[in-house]
């Protein structure tokens, strides 16, 4: 694979890694580029890397078959799992890691009758927690009060859904999706409340299959005015009665 490299960001005299994985690692941290499993680093790794780093990826996952002593040869159902594995890791469950964020096109709100209510969107949540790589699933509750730009109502669960797609904790993932909404939409007033169900409660550990977590960020409004926030958590509560989850 060494000559197939491709070393889009990389000064090839400072690095000599054998793998492009390690060159971009180099890379981010020369530039003290954080790259926790939360974070974003699409600068870092271009549409073409994605195949490169998919292929080492899978070797790297036979590897740890062979080490789970998983006959990989013989047993049909084992035999395309490492790369299953890595595409998956790149193209979904961590995909918001390598992709940029989804393009949010804001519509102006500054007209005399322009919006100025609170809106509550719900957006389905499936992320996965950085601790043991097991499914997070629930909802985020994105409340926002219309600011002077709006953006399409799908484009809350597409910025949310990019936060989600990446190894998360609920905690981190609540505040990453007010902040993204807040940039997206300038809007300074902002409630994003998240339930979820984890998997590292329900298939392992404690095995407690009822838990749920809930996690909340408000921010301006949100925060200070006893109202915005009553009213926020009254929207939450009419749409679970409109539509439970
Ligand atoms: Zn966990």
């Given amino acids: 694979m060494t000559e197939s490299v491709s070393l889009n960001n990389i000064d090839e005299g400072d690095y000599q890694e054998s793998n492009l994985a390690d060159a971009i690692r180099a890379t981010m941290k020369r530039d003290k580029k954080r790259f926790w499993a939360g974070d974003n680093i699409s600068d870092y790794v271009k549409e073409n890397d994605k195949k490169i780093l998919i292929e080492e990826a899978t070797r790297a996952f036979e590897g740890v078959l062979d080490t789970l002593l998983i006959d990989r040869e013989t047993d049909p159902n084992s035999q395309g799992t490492a790369r299953r594995l890595a595409k998956m890791y790149f193209n979904e469950i961590m995909a918001g890691r390598y992709d940029p964020a989804p393009d949010a096109t804001a519509f102006p709100n500054d007209s005399e009758d322009r919006y100025e209510g609170m809106l509550v969107v719900r957006s ?41 797609r990446r190894g998360t904790l609920q905690e981190e993932l609540c505040n990453d999706i007010a902040r993204e909404i807040m940039r997206a939409t300038d809007s300074e007033n902002i409630g994003v409340y998240i339930q979820a169900e984890h998997g590292c409660c329900t298939n392992r550990g404690i095995m407690a299959h009822s838990s749920l977590t809930q996690t909340t960020v408000l921010r301006g409004a949100f925060l200070t005015d006893p109202g915005t926030k009553k009213e926020f958590f009254d929207n939450i509560k009419l749409q679970q009665e409109f539509a439970p989850r």
């Fill in 124 to 164: 389905e949540l499936r992320s996965m927690c950085s601790h043991h790589h097991q499914p997070v699933s629930g909802v985020a509750y994105i409340g926002i009060i219309a600011a002077a730009k709006l953006i399409g109502l799908s484009k809350y669960t597409r910025i949310a859904q990019w936060c989600a």
